[in-house]
């Protein structure tokens, strides 16, 4: 859905010095386009990965001062704006959820189809482990957290098999993992939706990351610091986060006057004019090209007025 992101950030950024901000850098690849498809901005990219800051620093190079990348968590979007003295800016994308980079790297773990140790995490410079969660955490938190993060129905039967395994020897890799849920399910459970591990590996990603609170702190910072005429572009990729993105995104287009007034004073006028109807979904071509596709919802948002105190 790049050339969908692109097309839906250009009325914001055709003027010359505009500013955009990639909040998942990743690889570069989206980045890369943005100065492609706009040669008169700039761009700053932040990431948490060091390993993705290089590689795709290696890849942005040619662009030369036109791209900063800084190395921070999203929700970080304030601060670093504020260190790089930008009072506002242009356009802002997400790109949420895990890179390709880290799925793919084996040793990485976040992937339930190779064995690797069970680490997860983004950062792999802070912060605790998949692996310390597993092993460490009370059983009604592990619960807790499969409901919540993972929408997994059979977190109490997988957790009880979890406790009592680790009893005997901590979790170190996804494999041992992967195999015990597999046993834990009922066999009604392991014949839809596909490897019953992931939604157990989705928790566990987004506890140790963080990810749901960093959403909730980011799109709204995102908002606050668009221009009028800006636009915020997001792509997330489970319901949790969507759903997360949709409530901001509806909230600022929506009056806040009370009810009756015959006249909507400035002060109660919508912020944001929203870009998509609902979430727009990648098309089938998409999807046959690039299997991790599916389950993209992209929305989007103008900033249509300032805020009035």
């Given at each position: 859905m790049?050339q969908?992101?692109?097309?839906m950030?250009a009325p914001a ?8 901000v990639d909040?998942t850098l990743?690889l570069g690849g989206?980045s ?5 498809r706009?040669?008169e901005?700039?761009l700053?990219a ?6 993705a ?7 942005l190079a040619p662009?030369g001062?036109?791209?900063?990348l800084v190395?921070a968590?999203?929700?970080e ?9 930008i ?9 949420l959820?895990?890179?390709s980079m ?5 040793d990485?773990?976040f ?18 482990s998949?692996?310390e969660?597993l ?5 009604g938190?592990?619960v807790?957290i499969l409901r919540a993060y993972?929408e997994?129905k059979?977190?109490?039967r997988?957790?009880?098999a979890?406790v ?12 041992r993992l ?8 009922p066999q009604a459970?392991?014949r839809t939706?596909g490897?019953?591990a992931k939604?157990?590996f ?8 963080r990810e749901?609170d960093?959403v909730e ?5 995102a908002?606050?610091a668009?221009?009028?005429g800006g636009?915020v572009?997001?792509?997330?990729y ?8 949709k409530g901001v995104?509806?909230a600022?287009?929506?009056t806040t ?11 109660y ?10 979430a727009?979904?990648p098309t089938?071509e998409e ?7 599916a389950?993209?919802?992209l ?5 249509i007025r300032?805020?009035v105190r």
């Open positions: 790049l969908r992101c692109l097309d950030l950024l055709q003027r010359p010095g505009a500013v955009v909040c990743g989206h890369e386009a943005l100065l492609e706009f040669p901005a700039r700053v932040l990431d948490r990965d060091k390993e800051l290089r590689l795709s620093g290696e890849r662009f001062e036109r791209a900063t190395h968590v999203y929700d979007l304030p601060e670093v704006l504020d260190r790089l003295g009072p506002e800016v242009d356009g802002v994308l997400f790109d959820g895990v890179s880290q799925l793919d790297e084996a990485r773990g992937a339930y189809a190779q064995d690797a140790p069970l680490d997860m995490r983004m950062d792999q410079t802070t912060g605790i998949a692996a969660v092993n460490t955490y009370p059983p938190e592990l807790r993972g997994e059979q977190a109490k997988i957790v009880s979890i009592r395994e680790r009893d005997k020897e901590p979790f170190t890799n996804s494999a992967v195999e015990l849920i597999r046993d834990a399910l459970a392991k939706g490897n019953p939604r157990t989705q928790a566990l990603r987004i506890e140790v990351n749901l960093s702190k980011a799109i709204p910072a908002v606050k668009l221009a009028v636009r572009v997001v792509l997330s489970q319901s949790l986060e969507d759903r997360i993105v995104f509806a600022g287009a929506a006057a009370p009810p009756g007034l015959p006249v909507v004073p400035e002060k006028q919508p912020r944001l004019k929203l870009l998509t109807r609902g727009e979904l089938e999807v046959a090209e690039n299997r991790r596709a389950p993209a919802r929305r989007g948002v103008e900033r300032k805020d």
